[in-house]
C-alpha cells in the first residue's frame, strides 16, 4: 500500500516523502523531484538522522562532499 | 527673512558630500535639494542607513528554527534567520563567488543557502559549508567566504535592528527615550509580546524618504489631508489634532518623535477609547489585561492606548500599525506596512487588522490619502523657487517636559525639528570622513 506523497521544498530543494509497505517492513521514500533520484530510508537510518550531530549533517550537506565531486 | 541662496551654490543644488548641511538645515527651514539631490542622497546612505541602527524586523517573523524572510537596509537587500540554536542573523544576499543573490524566496526555513549559480552553499548564520568541484580551489575547506554580515545586531522587546557600524552607540543608548513607546506597545499585549503575523504590504511612493518621516508624527495635516474619511467614519481622531487638543508633539532626542495624545484619552477616560471599540465587544482580551495588570492597572493601560511613535530613521509604529520605512532613491520610497498583533489575543487581532485593512490596505484611506501628498510634495519640492521649506510652527510656544525633552501642540512641527536636528548631526560633526 502506498500512501499518497507529501512535498518537503523550498527555494533550494525539493523532495517528495512518502511511507513506503513494499517491502517486509515501513520505510521511507524519499525522490528529489529535481532530479528524479530515489532513496529508502529503513527505521534505523532514520533514527541515525535524528542522532546524527549538526557538525556531521553539515558535513554532509557540503556540496562537494559526496556529490559534486571531481574525483567521483 | 533674507534668502541665502548664495551659501548653497548659484542655483541653489549642493552636490556631494562636500553639500553644507550646516547651511541647508536651519532652525525654521530646510532646503529643498535636501529631498531631490541625487548626491545628497547617496550620502545620506552612508552616513546614515549604514551607518546607525535601521529597524529590520520582528522575530516573531522567524519564530521556528530555521526560519528566514528576505528583508532590506535602505536598497540593501539583508536576510533575517534564526538558526537552529535561535541567534538571529543578518545576512546580506549576495554570494561570496560571483556576487548572485543566495536567497530568491520572501520567507522560508532552510538551514543553509545555496547559490543557484555555481551551487556554492552557506549555513543560515553565514558561514560557507561548500563549493562543488574544490579540486579547482586546490581542495575542500581553502576558501573561507561566508555572506556578508550586517556586523550589529540588535534585539528590543523583539524589533530586530541591524547596524553596519561596527561599534558606536549601543542600540539601547540609539533608542534612548523611544524604549518607553515601544514599550507602551508592548504592555498592552495580554502576555507582553507582540507578533508580527499578519503579513507585509509594499506601498511605493515617488517621494524622498525624509517627507515620509515628517509626516508621521505631524499633527498639522490630519484634519485636511484625511477629512474625508474622518466625516465617513465619524472619527473622532481629527479632533485629536486640533487647536483645543491637550496632545502633545514631542521630540525624543536621536531624531524620535511622538504625537502624545495620552493627556487627550485621559481627559476622555474611555477604556479602549483610542481604539474606537469598547470593552464589551473584546471581553476575553479586557479579562486577560485585568488578570495581568490587575484592574486599575489595565484601566490605566486600556485608557491610555498605543504609541503614535517615529524611529529615526525608519520605523514608524501608528497605535495598532508597523510602518518599515525603505529609500531607494532619492525620489523613490517603499513603505511596508502590517497589522500589530497581540500574542494571545484573537478578538483584538482581528479588529487590528480589520482597522489595518481599511486605513493602510490597498484599497485603504488613509495611506493612501498621504501617498497623494508625498508625491505632490516631492513634484512640487522639485521646482526651483521657492527654495525653502518651512517647519516653524509652533517654534515659539515649545516646552521643555519634566523629563527634559522639548514638547509642542498637538499640530506644531516640534518633530519634524527634531528629526532635523539629528539628522544635521550625522552629516556633519558625526559623519564618518
Known amino acids: 500500500m502506498n500512501i499518497s506523497p507529501d512535498i518537503v521544498g523550498n527555494e533550494f530543494a525539493e523532495v517528495s516523502i512518502r511511507i513506503d509497505d513494499e517491502a517486509n517492513s515501513r520505510r521511507l521514500r524519499v525522490e528529489d523531484l529535481k532530479t528524479g533520484r530515489v532513496r529508502f530510508l529503513d527505521a534505523l537510518e532514520l533514527e541515525t538522522i535524528v542522532w546524527l550531530p549538526e557538525g556531521n549533517l553539515r558535513r554532509l550537506l557540503d556540496p562537494s562532499s559526496d556529490r559534486w565531486r571531481e574525483d567521483a | 527673512m533674507t534668502e541665502v541662496t548664495d551659501a548653497v551654490g548659484p542655483a541653489g543644488r549642493p552636490s556631494g558630500p562636500a553639500a553644507r548641511y550646516d547651511e541647508l ?20 546612505l552612508q552616513q546614515i542607513w549604514y551607518r546607525t541602527w535601521v529597524y529590520v524586523g520582528h522575530v516573531s517573523e522567524i519564530a521556528e528554527p530555521n526560519d528566514y524572510v528576505r528583508k532590506s537596509i535602505g536598497p540593501q537587500d539583508v536576510i533575517m534567520t534564526r ?7 543578518l545576512l546580506l544576499n549576495r554570494c561570496a563567488h560571483r556576487g548572485n543573490l543566495v536567497c530568491e524566496a520572501d520567507a522560508g526555513n532552510s538551514s543553509s543557502f545555496r547559490c543557484p549559480y555555481h551551487g556554492w552553499t552557506y549555513r543560515n548564520n553565514g558561514d560557507m559549508l561548500g563549493y562543488p568541484f574544490h579540486q579547482g580551489y586546490g581542495g575542500r575547506n581553502k576558501l573561507e567566504l561566508g555572506l556578508g554580515r550586517v556586523p550589529r545586531v540588535g534585539v528590543y522587546q523583539g524589533f530586530v535592528f541591524g547596524s553596519f557600524a561596527e561599534d558606536g552607540p549601543t542600540l539601547e543608548q540609539h533608542l534612548g527615550e523611544a524604549k518607553g513607546e515601544i514599550d507602551r506597545l508592548v504592555r498592552l499585549a495580554p502576555e507582553g509580546e507582540i507578533e508580527l503575523s499578519a503579513g507585509f504590504l509594499k506601498h511605493r511612493a515617488r517621494a524622498n524618504w525624509k517627507l515620509l518621516a515628517e509626516n508621521e508624527t505631524d499633527g498639522y495635516h490630519p484634519q485636511f489631508v484625511h477629512a474625508s474619511i474622518f466625516s465617513v467614519a465619524e472619527s473622532g481622531i481629527g479632533a ?9 508633539t514631542r521630540a525624543l532626542g536621536n531624531g524620535h518623535s511622538e504625537n502624545d495624545l495620552r493627556p487627550e484619552f485621559r481627559r476622555l477616560g474611555v477604556p479602549l477609547g483610542w481604539f474606537g471599540t469598547t470593552e464589551e465587544k473584546v471581553p476575553n482580551y ?92 516631492q513634484a512640487g519640492v522639485a521646482e526651483l523657487r521657492p527654495e525653502w521649506l518651512d517647519v516653524r510652527r509652533g517654534v515659539d510656544r515649545e516646552e521643555i517636559d519634566e523629563r527634559g525633552l522639548t514638547i509642542g501642540g498637538a499640530t506644531d512641527e516640534t518633530g519634524m525639528r527634531g528629526f532635523w536636528s539629528h539628522y544635521k548631526h550625522l552629516m556633519t560633526e558625526g559623519r564618518v570622513r
Not at chain 2, 25 to 44: C, K, M, N, W
Not at chain 2, 240 to 248: P, Q, R
Not at chain 2, 338 to 367: D, H, I, W, Y
Open chain 2, 25 to 44: 538645515i536651519q532652525p525654521r527651514r530646510v532646503h529643498g535639494s535636501l529631498y531631490t539631490s541625487p548626491e545628497i542622497f547617496a550620502d545620506e
Open chain 2, 83 to 89: 538558526t537552529a540554536d535561535g541567534e538571529v542573523h
Open chain 2, 240 to 248: 485629536l489634532y486640533g487647536e483645543k487638543s491637550t496632545a502633545v
Open chain 2, 286 to 377: 479586557v479579562k486577560a489585561m485585568r488578570d495581568r495588570h490587575g484592574d486599575s492597572g489595565a484601566e490605566e493601560v486600556l485608557i491610555e492606548g498605543a504609541p503614535h511613535v517615529m524611529i529615526f530613521p525608519n520605523l514608524f509604529i501608528a497605535e495598532i500599525q508597523l510602518f518599515a520605512i525603505q529609500p531607494l532613491a532619492a525620489d523613490l520610497t517603499v513603505q511596508h506596512v502590517t497589522a500589530v498583533q497581540f500574542k494571545s489575543a484573537p478578538e483584538m487581532n482581528k479588529r487590528m487588522l480589520q482597522q489595518c485593512v481599511g486605513s493602510v490596505g490597498p484599497a485603504g484611506m488613509l495611506l493612501a490619502d498621504d501617498t497623494e501628498m508625498y508625491e505632490r510634495n
